[in-house]
């Protein structure tokens, strides 16, 4: 491994020291900081560079703009969570809400929620989301007036969000009080281990850390949320979604069993799990 010497600064606990991972594609590394171990792209991840990809991929798999598929029980049960944090609804924003299939959920479940979206990715632009009103920008150009939502999620999109540390001072700004910020991560852990398994079976898009420009540990995700003056107040541990190859499936499946019956869901230990929902609150009073 080499020491970084730059003076890159971590966005999401300010530190400068750096380890070298890998080298993902030409021109990019992956970098893991010392002190939260979040992992980040170099040259790092700007709201001009996010564009640039999602308009022309730049060598990105195609994926990395809005490609996931099966994704209707993952947010069915997060439409689960936030409805029954919040039985009275209320005004809900989805920030790379894509083809609004969360918002499909929400409708299904309760018709008390006012719903918005913002989506960067040109490809939605022309999309028709009928129980919604989504702004085709990135957050900070949608201009939404302070304290106005009672809930923002960002569904397996966290990862690609540039600049996170100004993204949840944005979201912080439009949140009422105690209001909060659902998001999902990979967990760091699991993907080390599917990536190992992935190798030894030969099968392929298992290579770790080299799809997305974030991934995020437990540290990293707790010290985001405290520099915006907000909080995580809840982690829990989520299965993520169905695996395409019926190995990988079943090895998953395998795993969960055992992690859920051999951990406590500690902070330390919820990156063991494939996915990681946060509930991040606003602490402004
Ligand atoms: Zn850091």
Known sequence: MTNITQPLICVACSHTEHIFLLEVRPKYQMLRCKNCGLIFVLPQWTIPTAANVFTHYDGWPEGISGGASNRTTSLKSIAQIINHRNPEGGRILDIGCADGAFFQRMHELSSKWEMFGAEPDPKWQNHNYPHSTVKSAILQACQFPDNYFDVVTILDAFCYVPEPDKELLEIQRILKPNGYLLLDVPGQSYLKLRGLIG??????????????????????????????????????????????????????LSYLWFVTRASNLSNQSVSLFPKIIYIIQNQNN
Not at 219 to 248: C, D, Y
């Open 199 to 252: 190798n030894l079976a030969k099968l392929q898009n298992t290579q770790t850390f080299t799809a997305y420009p974030f991934y995020y540990s437990d540290k990293a995700i707790h010290l985001l949320a405290r520099r915006v003056n907000m909080a995580v107040v809840e982690s829990l541990p989520h299965s993520g979604t169905i695996q395409r190859s019926k190995l990988l499936h079943f090895l998953t």
